[in-house]
């Protein structure tokens, strides 16, 4: 397997790469390369090529169906072709990375447009960790002469909420920042709360940064409108099937590098938002419910169930 495959992987799984759309694109370039440089002669040294840059990549990050999805799609038209040569074979996988780039570039566009139209003047939006669809989304409502604050959390152990809010700033945007444990504190200032998704699985729960599912309870106390802001790509098929979404442990050092030896430090990187605490998913077919994403995903994307 090429190096790049290797390094990607790596690079996922120390968080280098970060967002889930970022992560897909980075992963099906990997496969670019690797078909690219590869020196398979046989169609069947390839595939196994390809299977085993599936397996390092997935690994690379538990909760991530985004990629996931993005990686089984590229390599089924590779196993759908009827081409032999492996050059052949490699401009497919090249040929196919690009269209679903396009196809994730004209969703996040979609979404955008959907989104925006939630954004009213004057309004204080709360979000939580970073997701460039939200910021996208956030941008398209400035640009169509929306005026509003953001409210940021500075979501720890990794602080991504900072990410958002420079990008917030940058924009032109009044922009607060708060810890965490600050958000009831500010939850009656706020008119909704819009965040990213990670993964959305079968019953319609949302799979997001730690932090997420008490921020949908707080809003529910302040009857707040909670949205999450996803492409339907994010839906893992694996839970249909019984399966639990994984929730990612990672390194206590993220959270007290100098921690006392004998302390037991835990780090979830997810937690799961009840569907019943959703108001809606704004997605690339419009806002849905939770408990018929299942079904919209089937009827847009139907290759995912296979």
């Given amino acids: 397997m090429t190096e790049p495959v290797h390094v990607t992987a790596e690079r996922i799984r120390r968080l280098e790469v970060q967002g889930a759309r970022n992560v897909a694109i980075a992963a099906i370039k990997a496969l670019e390369v690797l078909a690219k440089e590869t020196k398979a002669k046989k169609r069947a040294d390839f595939m196994k090529e390809l299977s085993d840059a599936k397996t390092l990549l997935f690994a690379s990050r538990e909760t991530e169906p985004l990629m996931r999805n993005a990686v089984r799609w590229v390599i089924s038209q590779v196993e759908d072709s009827d081409e032999r040569s492996v050059g052949e074979l490699a401009r497919v996988i090249s040929s196919s990375s690009q269209k679903f780039q396009k196809s994730l570039d004209a969703s996040k566009e979609r979404i955008a447009e959907i989104g925006s139209k939630r954004i009213r003047d004057g309004s204080v939006i709360l979000t939580h960790c970073h997701s460039s669809t939200v910021t996208y989304m956030l941008s398209k409502a400035l640009k169509q002469g929306r005026k509003f604050e ?70 529910r106390e302040a009857r707040k409108p909670f949205y999450i802001v996803s492409e339907l790509l994010k839906f893992d098929p694996a839970t249909l099937h019984g399966e639990y979404e994984k929730i990612e442990e990672r390194s206590r050092n993220e959270v007290w590098k100098e921690a006392p030896a004998e302390l037991n430090v835990r780090n979830p990187a997810f937690d799961v938002t009840p569907r019943d605490l959703i108001h809606g998913i704004i997605c690339e077919e419009g806002i849905v419910s939770p408990q018929s994403v299942a079904e919209v995903v089937h009827r847009v994307y139907p290759w995912v169930f296979h």
Avoid at 175 to 183: K, L
Avoid at 189 to 218: M, Q, W
């Fill in 150 to 219: 953001v409210i940021c959390t500075e979501t720890r152990p990794a602080f991504q909420g900072r990410i958002t809010a420079k990008e917030m700033l940058s924009l032109g945007v009044k922009t607060t920042f708060m810890v965490d444990s600050a958000a009831r504190s500010f939850m009656h200032d706020v008119d909704l709360i819009v965040v990213g998704a990670d993964a959305i699985t079968s019953e319609g729960n949302v799979v997001n940064k730690i932090g997420t599912g008490t921020l949908a309870v707080l809003a």
